[in-house]
Structures are given as C-alpha cells and as structure tokens.
C-alpha cells in the first residue's frame, strides 16, 4: 500500500503542477500581452494561433482580441500599449492608420503604406507588415511551388496585392501581372514595383488575349461574398497553382473555376494566415513556431 500509495501521489504530481503554473501564469503581471485589433474581430483565429505558437514553444503570454472602434483606432491601441500591452497585429480596416500611428517604419511596411503588426517599445511604435512573405512562405515552404521564373498574376490593386508583390518578386520571378477592375490603379502599382523586377498591370477584359500563367492569386475581397472575379478561364490552363487569399471558406468561385479550369494545384489563405503569424511571432518574443500543426488543425477542405 505504501507504494501504491507513493506512485499515485507521483501521477497526480504533473497534473497538479501544470495546473500551477498555468495558475501562476494568468496571476503574474509579467505575463507579455499581446492582442489582434480589428472591427469586426469575433471571427479571428489569432488568439488560437498565437496561444497554440506559445504553448508550444513554453512562451508565457496573453493574447485577446480588441474591437477597435471604426473612429477610434489611435486611441485603442495607444490604450492597450499604455496598459503594458507589448504588440499588435492589426486586421481590418486599420492597416493604413496603424502605419500611420508608428515612429518607426520597417521596409515591408512602407512598401504597403500599411501594418499587420506592431511592436510596442517604451515611447516607439514600430510597424511591420508580415503579408507578404506570410504568402511567399505558404506558397514555396508549405505547398512546394517555386516561385523562381514563373510568371504570375495577381488579381486586384489593394493592400493584400501591394504588400505580397515585393516578396513575390523578390523571388526572381519572370513577370508579374496585377489585373484590376480600374486599369490606372493596378498601373500606378505597378510602377511603384517596377524597380523591383518586371511589373506589368491590365483590366480583366486584356486577360482573355492571355495564354495563362504558373501561378493565379486571387488578392480581391471577393470570396467572402462568394462571388467570381472576372476572370476568364484561360489563365488557369498552365497553372501549377491557383491561390485565394481569403481562408475558411471551402471552395470558392475562384478556386472551383482554376479546378475546372485544369490548375494543378488549388489553396486558400489559411497558411498564408499561419505564416504570417509566425513571423510575427518571431519579431516580438525572437523564436519561431513550427506552423504545420496549426495549419492542419485549421484547414477547411476545399469541397
């Protein structure tokens, strides 16, 4: 009995334990907080990524979620900074007034004229933007298509195509093609790029006189109303890979149209999501998860 006794006073000794520590963690004011901001916020997955990166890795955080008022963001996130908070990530519609709040501006960033991320630093605001590559490592690490002398299109002239052309090109890439419903836009951009590497920019209708591309990427906001940008079948017929930047939504017109369409390979923006994270991640507590599982415990079938 008495060592029966002392084996079950063992067993429940690592129980109890953690449970301490993870007692001790929530009551100790040194634990670093962060938090997402954005509005509307519910829906977001960065407390789950982020609390899973930490629990991982034994990091001791806090992660929420802020609402930020549509007519209030400077004072949101200079309230969750004055309040010890360490750092943001910054969604919706807030990216171009976070850059705006920042004394400090990283190249990515200011390449975007926005921020996903911020870091909080004493009196120093510093502002990163983590899309771009977030998409670049998704695309060659996780799905294995090398952007290296590939040609690739990139529908719409917004803040997701503007923040991933830099990374894209960077990647030694033949040419770039951003296509969007006002020409000029997608022009302007890719003028701002065209140091870079080779930008070129068009209307949806111009893609028809296309023969396709390696590689299709859907950066409008489309998708989340499960509707088909203009774009014309042809494009996907070479495609080693067709990608929507929006995530969770199964198969979205776009990427049912690049199946149909003969594209070797269909993805949503879920590992663009967890990479970008990632890298965040790394930026604020200086070590890097391993994003696999939390990709594979978010992925929705493309069905």
Not at 38 to 61: C, M, Q, V, Y
Not at 84 to 102: D, I, R, W, Y
Not at 139 to 163: D, H, K, T
Request: hydrophobic residues 45%.
């Amino acid at each position: 009995m008495p060592a029966r006794a002392a084996q079950l006073r063992s067993c429940l000794a690592v129980p109890l334990a953690l449970g301490a520590r993870r007692l001790a963690a929530r009551e100790n004011p040194m634990t670093d907080r962060y938090a997402v901001i954005g509005n509307p916020i519910a829906h977001s997955k960065s407390p789950l990524i982020h609390t899973a990166f930490a629990r991982a890795l034994g990091e001791d955080i806090e992660y929420t979620r802020i609402e930020g008022p549509l007519d209030g963001f400077a004072a949101a996130a200079l309230a969750f900074r004055d309040a010890l908070g360490k750092g943001l990530n910054v969604t919706v519609p807030f990216k171009v007034q976070a850059f705006e709040l920042a004394t400090d501006r990283h190249e990515a960033a200011r390449i975007a004229g926005a921020a996903n991320a911020l870091k909080f630093t004493g009196s120093r605001i510093e502002a990163e933007n983590f899309d771009g590559v977030g998409l670049v490592h998704d695309i060659e690490r996780n799905l294995g298509v090398s952007l290296r002398g590939r040609r690739v299109l990139c529908l719409g002239a917004g803040g997701a195509v503007r923040g991933a052309v830099p990374p894209i090109l960077a990647r030694a890439t033949t040419e770039v093609v951003i296509a969007n419903r006002t020409v000029a836009t997608a022009q302007t951009l890719a003028g701002q790029f065209s140091a870079r590497g080779r930008v070129t920019a068009c209307g949806y209708t111009d893609l028809a006189h296309e023969q396709g591309f390696d590689v299709v990427i859907n950066g409008t906001s489309a998708s989340l109303n499960a509707v088909l940008p203009p774009v014309p079948a042809a494009v996907f017929g070479n495609a080693a890979l067709a990608y929507d930047m929006v995530y969770g939504k199964g198969l979205t017109p776009f990427l049912r149209l690049a199946r149909e369409a003969g594209a070797a390979r269909c993805a949503d923006g879920v590992g663009m999501l967890v990479e970008q994270a990632a890298e965040a991640f790394v930026w604020w507590r200086g070590v890097r998860p391993d994003t696999r599982p939390v990709i594979d415990q978010l992925t929705v079938p493309l069905a």
